[in-house]
C-alpha cells in the first residue's frame, strides 16, 4: 500500500516450494533475444492500454545491468493499473529488502529502507494475474517479470588457482581484465591430488601419498599424517573452519587431528561402505559424510564433539552432491539422479528435512551471503545453473565447465561466478547468467579456483 513500509516476502530456507524451478526460463529468454528486434519493439511500444485497466503490461525495468547507483527499483507499465495492491503483493527481491512502495503515474516506485550493498547481486520478480509479462527476453521467465542488476560496482578481485604452464604446476593469481601475478612454484617432488583450500585461503590440503600441507606465503610443505606398515592411505580430507585442523577418510571411517599437536587421530563416530566424502561445517560443530556406493550413496551429519552421527538420507547420487550453508546450521544435498533429482535443504539442530524443487543433479555450491546456490551438472564436462536458496529462479548460466572439485568458485559479494572451461579456461559469469567473460588466455590450464577480495 501507498506509503506503508512492508517486509518483502522471499523464500530462503524454510519455506516450502509446492511449484518445481522454472527449468526452460533460460531457453525463454534466450528465445525471446533471439526474436525479431522490430517485432519486439513494435509489441512493447504498441496500443497502451487504457487509463485504470484491469490488465497491464510491463514496458520498463530499472535498475539493470552492473554498476548500477539508483537508490530505488523502478517498474513502467503501459497504464496505471486500476487495482494496484495485487501487484505489490506480487513483487519480491532476492535477497530480501524492506522498504516502501509508491506510484509515480504507471511506475511502481520500491524504495529499500538501506542502500544497497555494493557489489550484491539482487534478482526482482514480480508476479501478478493482472500484469502481462514484458516481451523483453532479459524479463521475461515463463511465470512473470524478472531480471538482475549489481549495485554499486562490477566484478572485482582475483582468482587465485593451480596453473599448469607447461613446466610444471604453480599457485598463480588473475585479474578481472586478465593480468596475471607472477605466480609461486608448486613443489617439484609432490603430486597434486583431492586438493582444497583453506577457508582463509593461505594453505592447500592435499593427498600425494601422504597428507600434506602447502603454506602459499612461505612455500613450506609440512605431512600431516603418513602411513604406518600396512595402513591404507587418507583420503578426502577437508579443513576445520579455523584451518587447525583437518578430518579424512580411512577405511570406511572419518578421522580428525590436529595440525597443532603430536597426537593420534581420533575417529568420528559411525563406519561407512564404499568412498567417504568428509566436509567440516562452516561453524564447527558438524562433519557432513557423503557414502558414496556406486550411483547412490547416504549422507550423514557426525558431532564433532562426540556422539553417533545422524543419517540424513539415502539415495544420495553423483559426486560429493551436498554442501554447507554459509551459517553452518543447515546442508543443501541432491537426492535422486536425472529428471528425478530433487534439492534438499537439512536443517542440523531440528533435524528438519526441506524438499525445496526439482533440480539438475549435480555438485552444489553456496554462495558467500546464503542466497543462492550454483549447481555443476555431468561429470568430464557439464552446465553450470544457479539457483535462489527458495527455489526461485532456478536458470543456466554457462556450459561446458569442466567437472571436479575446485572449476568453481563465487565472488566474495554473491554476484559473480568463476569456472574452469573444458579447455582449463577460467570465465566469470554474472549469476544471472548475463556478462559472460573469459579472463585466462594463453594455452595454460587452471584448476582448484577460489575467489579471492583484493
Request: hydrophobic share 40%; net charge negative.
Amino acid at each position: 500500500m501507498r506509503g506503508k513500509t512492508i517486509v518483502i516476502l522471499v523464500l530462503v530456507l524454510v519455506v516450502a516450494v509446492t511449484g518445481g524451478f522454472a527449468l526452460g526460463s533460460w531457453y525463454l529468454r534466450q528465445d525471446a533475444k533471439a526474436a525479431d528486434p522490430a517485432r519486439a519493439a513494435q509489441e512493447v511500444t504498441g496500443p497502451t492500454a487504457p487509463a485504470g485497466s484491469e490488465t497491464v503490461r510491463v514496458v520498463k525495468v530499472t535498475p539493470e545491468g552492473e554498476g548500477v547507483e539508483l537508490p530505488r527499483i523502478e517498474v513502467g507499465f503501459d497504464a496505471r493499473p486500476k487495482d494496484t495492491k495485487p501487484i505489490e503483493d506480487g513483487f519480491s527481491v532476492v535477497p530480501q529488502l524492506a522498504g516502501t512502495f509508491t506510484w509515480q503515474d504507471q511506475t511502481l516506485v520500491f524504495t529499500p529502507s538501506q542502500p544497497f550493498q555494493q557489489g550484491r547481486l539482487y534478482t526482482v520478480h514480480l508476479e501478478a494475474s493482472s500484469v502481462v509479462p514484458g516481451v523483453d527476453g532479459r524479463w521475461v521467465d515463463g511465470k512473470g517479470t524478472s531480471w538482475s542488476f549489481v549495485a554499486g560496482g562490477a566484478a572485482s578481485g582475483v582468482v587465485e588457482g593451480i596453473q599448469f604452464y607447461g613446466a610444471g604446476y604453480q599457485v598463480a593469481e588473475l585479474g578481472m581484465d586478465g593480468s596475471a601475478q607472477a605466480g609461486v612454484p608448486w613443489p617439484a617432488d609432490k603430486s597434486l591430488d583431492d586438493g582444497i583450500w583453506s577457508a582463509d585461503g593461505g594453505r592447500l590440503l592435499f593427498q600425494s601419498g601422504f597428507l600434506f600441507t602447502f603454506d602459499v606465503s612461505s612455500q613450506q610443505v609440512a605431512q600431516v599424517i603418513g602411513l604406518e606398515q600396512g595402513e591404507p592411505e587418507p583420503y578426502h580430507a577437508s579443513w576445520s573452519p579455523d584451518g587447525r585442523s583437518v578430518v579424512f577418510q580411512r577405511s570406511g571411517k572419518v578421522y580428525m587431528l590436529s595440525l597443532s599437536r603430536s597426537a593420534a587421530p581420533k575417529a568420528l563416530g559411525g563406519t561407512y561402505k564404499g568412498a567417504v566424502y568428509p566436509a567440516w561445517s562452516p561453524d564447527g560443530g558438524w562433519v557432513a559424510v557423503h557414502a558414496s556406493q556406486g550411483s547412490s550413496g547416504e549422507l550423514w551429519v557426525a558431532p564433532i564433539g562426540g556422539g553417533e552421527p545422524k543419517r540424513v538420507a539415502d539415495n544420495v547420487g553423483g559426486l560429493r552432491p551436498f554442501a554447507w550453508a554459509p551459517t553452518g546450521k543447515s546442508l543443501a544435498y541432491i537426492r535422486g539422479r536425472g529428471d528425478k533429482a530433487e534439492l534438499h535443504i537439512y536443517d542440523v539442530p531440528t533435524a528438519k528435512d526441506l524438499l525445496v524443487g526439482p533440480v539438475p543433479g549435480g555438485q552444489l555450491y553456496w554462495s558467500p551471503d546464503g542466497a543462492r546456490l550454483a549447481i555443476l551438472t555431468g561429470n568430464e564436462t557439464g552446465d553450470l545453473w544457479t539457483v535462489s536458496a527458495g527455489g526461485q529462479d532456478a536458470m543456466p548460466v554457462a556450459r561446458n565447465v569442466r567437472g571436479g572439485q575446485g572449476t568453481v568458485a563465487w565472488s566474495p559479494s554473491g554476484a559473480y561466478l568463476a569456472y574452469v572451461d573444458s579447455k582449463g579456461h577460467i570465465w566469470r559469469v554474472r549469476a544471472d547468467g548475463d556478462g559472460a567473460k573469459q579472463i585466462s588466455g594463453g594455452t595454460e590450464s587452471w584448476s582448484l579456483i577460489r575467489w579471492a577480495a583484493q
